[in-house]
């Protein structure tokens, strides 16, 4: 059975930090894509940042610099650490892992509230 749990959010004040969580199990973790999206209410769900298999990274302008994306093949846990947070990040924070030709998993999602 395929699992990805987040973990991390929470309430934070603006200009301060919290790191996100997704353990996976059920999945071939190192070959997968990984990914972080965000909804927003009233908004479409959107790219946060993600990281292949190899580590290559990307990530939105609008969290460019203030967050990092990283993976830990071996605990089958990819993170998201986030610096200097805005109450634009407002949202819930959602783990993907994506593969070619096979089916793109998502988890049940976190939610972050950045207040001003």
């Known amino acids: 059975q395929v699992q990805l749990v987040e973990s991390g959010g929470g309430l934070v004040q603006a200009g301060g930090s919290l790191r996100l969580s997704c353990a996976t199990s059920g999945i071939n973790f190192s070959i997968y894509t990984m990914g972080w999206y965000r909804q927003a209410p009233g908004r479409q769900r959107e790219l946060v940042a993600e990281?292949?298999?190899?580590?290559?990274?990307n990530y939105a302008d609008s969290v460019k610099d203030r967050f990092t994306i990283s993976r830990d093949n071996a605990k089958r846990t990819v993170y998201l650490q986030m610096n200097s947070l805005k109450p634009e990040d407002t949202a819930v924070y959602y783990c993907?892992?994506?593969?070619?030709?096979?089916?793109?998993?998502w988890g049940q999602g976190t939610q972050v509230t950045v207040s001003s």
């Open positions: 990281i292949t298999s190899t580590g290559s990274t």
């Open positions: 993907n892992a994506a593969v070619k030709l096979g089916p793109n998993r």
